[in-house]
């Protein structure tokens, strides 16, 4: 099966590649990027710099531990520099997980900023968030600095980060301080909390001076991915929101600098209720004017990927993207073209039943969407992670793990009109 998996990525890559398309016909097309990895290597996100490069990150497992690494590629998929973010310490243990990775994003100054999660505690999902930045490209780092100020042997992790002009970096992630009244043999799972999971962030400069910490929702969903962006002069980050009553829908709040974060809003009524945490957050991105909102939930027993386009002020008619049974979510989205926009997701495979295809398809503003194309066939299961993109505007990358018999790789492909 995982043999078919990678056959099925190089006959999709070769088939798309020789695609013609336009931004007006929404179908896009796919150059494979070749790049180099462990043979342990997973967990891989994407960033855009201010030249129109990006800057892939990943993780990979060694004998002495684990690192984060990163390699520069140019906008005609050429790698041009790679190193590494950060070693494990000796004494010291990485979370190492498929759905709360790390990532990288490049400041108004110039600064790239990145993280990884370290244990903190012999309970499962005892873990601490270690800012590090480099002021010279990737060539050196500074030493790691603990994002949250609690000392609890609790979660934190499922950041993300946003630049917030010169050199401060805003991040926000979900924080499990409030959780710490647990019964001693709680912590192997998400259940047991003795309070809620709270979605919490704070504005870190150069010298690594912290302002603007705030609590921006006392109880949120447990363990999906967080997006967040600037706006304007302001501030958005998405989420999986959770209700006394266990709905779990998303939800958006803005930040303006010096003023907190507004009361969070409903995205869209769902009404999804659940008792679990589903690990499968939302997408945020923006084209000029124009804001889009991804997410997954679940209605009829399956899994849904819906979008919805808005502003500042909120969102408007929600868009089915794909419902069906073979739908897994895991979403991204980034702005592509002049006004339009990018989504990608796990759904279902055309080809195998046992499989699950990586999907994209286009959204613009007045057309709505585009083509739906399948770009690589995958199992389904915790393995082959979160797919993730990055745009320059008219020219985005893809990256996903490939699972084999001998470990994973990391897969990477250009995406042009």
Excluded at 179 to 188: D, F, I, N, V
Excluded at 256 to 263: L, M, R, T, Y
Excluded at 366 to 379: C, H, V
Aim: charged fraction near 20%; glycine fraction near 10%; proline fraction near 5%.
């Amino acid at each position: 099966m995982k043999r078919l998996a990678a056959n099925c990525t190089l006959l999709c890559f070769l088939t798309l590649a020789t695609t013609v398309s336009s931004y007006a016909s929404g179908v896009a097309t796919l150059s494979p990027v070749s790049i180099k990895t462990g043979a342990h290597a997973a967990q891989p996100s994407l960033a855009r710099d201010g030249s129109g490069s990006f800057i892939l990150t990943w993780q990979e497992q060694e004998e002495q531990g684990s690192s984060l690494k990163f390699a520069r590629i140019d906008s005609e998929g050429r790698e041009i520099a790679r190193g590494t973010i950060a070693r494990s310490a000796p004494g010291t243990s990485w979370f190492v997980n498929w759905a709360d990775f790390p990532s990288l994003t490049v400041l108004d100054n110039g600064d790239w900023v990145s993280f990884w999660l370290q244990r903190s505690g012999e309970a499962a999902y005892a873990y601490d968030i270690l800012l590090t930045r480099s002021t010279d490209q990737g060539q050196n780092w500074s030493p790691p600095v603990r994002l949250h100020r609690d000392d609890t042997k609790t979660e934190h992790g499922f950041v993300s980060l946003a630049p917030a002009g010169d050199d401060r970096v805003l991040a926000v992630w979900l924080d499990g301080r409030n959780t710490a009244a647990q019964s001693p043999e709680a912590g192997s799972d998400h259940t047991g909390h003795g309070g809620g999971m709270s979605l919490r962030s704070a504005m870190v400069d150069r010298a690594g001076h912290f302002s603007e910490e705030w609590e921006i929702d006392p109880l949120t969903c447990d363990c999906c991915n967080t997006d967040t962006l600037r706006v304007g002069g302001q501030f958005m980050t998405l989420y999986r929101n959770r209700t006394e009553s266990e709905v779990r829908d998303h939800s958006f709040s803005l930040l303006q600098p010096g003023n907190g974060w507004s009361e969070p809003r409903t995205v869209y009524t769902d009404n999804w209720k659940t008792a679990a945490c589903p690990v499968n957050g939302p997408a945020l991105t923006i084209n000029g004017n124009h804001l889009l909102a991804v997410w997954t939930t679940m209605e009829n027993e399956e899994l849904s990927v819906r979008a919805a386009m808005g502003n500042a002020h909120g969102f408007g008619e929600m868009m089915e993207i794909e419902a069906s049974g073979g739908v897994q979510g895991r979403v991204d989205a980034v702005a592509f073209g002049p006004q339009g926009f990018l989504v990608s997701w796990l759904g279902r495979s055309d080809q195998d039943p046992g499989l699950h295809a990586i999907r994209i398809v286009t959204i613009d503003p007045e057309t709505g969407l585009g083509a739906k194309q399948s770009i690589a066939e995958l199992t389904g299961g915790r393995s082959s992670g979160f797919p993730r993109m990055a745009s320059s505007g008219d020219t985005a990358l893809i990256t996903w793990t490939e699972p084999s018999a001998e470990g994973s790789s990391i897969r990477l492909a250009r995406i042009t009109p």
